[in-house]
């Protein structure tokens, strides 16, 4: 059995490490390109859309408002938005003169210039003759929005323009203060959690 010299094992050692400081100098953080920060606006635009909606104003410069009463909901999630709206015209007896519908499921985009590009993958609504009619798919609408931490609201260059709400979810909200240490009061059980 052979020996290796102590001078020997250290010279190979000292041959192993690296020479020098391992850590790197620091790196001048880079300013981000204007289409970085582009796409960084547009992201935080898709972001804050996500959620659920109710309509709060509905504003058509081709359908009267006098005796209007309109409801409607609209759901984001991802790239994806779903909307249905009722409307009526009540008459002075309570009773409905005449009625829209419109419900559908599209496919968006938030592109520059704070605008949304919708297509739709499946709808209907009522057409002059008060029938039900489906829409084309593909079917592409652009609207102007803003969006606020509880407001949505989208514009077309035709005057119409629908202002929504964000419908509060407690339960959620209530379960994010519990993660963030933030108790109000012990988490109650909803019913579609597991038993404790």
């Known amino acids: 059995m052979q ?4 001078v020997t094992f250290f010279a190979t050692l000292a041959l ?9 100098p620091a790196q001048p ?7 970085e920060r582009l796409k960084s606006a547009l992201d935080k635009i898709r972001t804050q859309m996500q959620g659920a ?13 006098e005796r209007r009463r309109e409801v409607g909901i609209c759901l984001v999630t991802g790239n994806y938005m779903s909307l249905e709206l009722h ?16 419900s559908g499921t599209y496919r968006f985009e938030v592109i520059e210039g704070g605008m949304v590009e919708m297509s739709t993958m499946i709808g209907s609504f ?14 592409v609408r652009r609207f102007q929005i803003e969006v606020k931490p ?4 989208l514009r077309r260059n035709d005057g119409q323009q629908f202002g929504f709400v964000r419908l509060p979810d407690d339960r959620l909200r209530h379960l994010e203060d519990m993660k963030a240490g933030n108790p109000k009061e012990k988490a109650k059980p909803g019913p579609d959690d597991p038993p404790r």
């Open 87 to 102: 409307i009526g015209w009540i008459s002075d007896r309570s009773r409905i003169d005449a009625k829209d519908f419109q």
């Open 16 to 24: 192993c490490l690296p020479i020098g400081s391992q850590d790197k």
């Open 53 to 65: 909606w109710r309509l709060e104003e509905l504003r058509t410069p081709s359908q009267s408002q």
């Open 29 to 35: 953080q880079r300013e981000p390109s204007a289409q």
């Open 150 to 153: 509880d407001s949505m609201t």
């Open 126 to 139: 009522m057409n002059s003759a008060q029938l039900l009619q489906f829409e084309e798919p593909n079917t």
């Open 3 to 6: 020996s290796i010299s102590a």
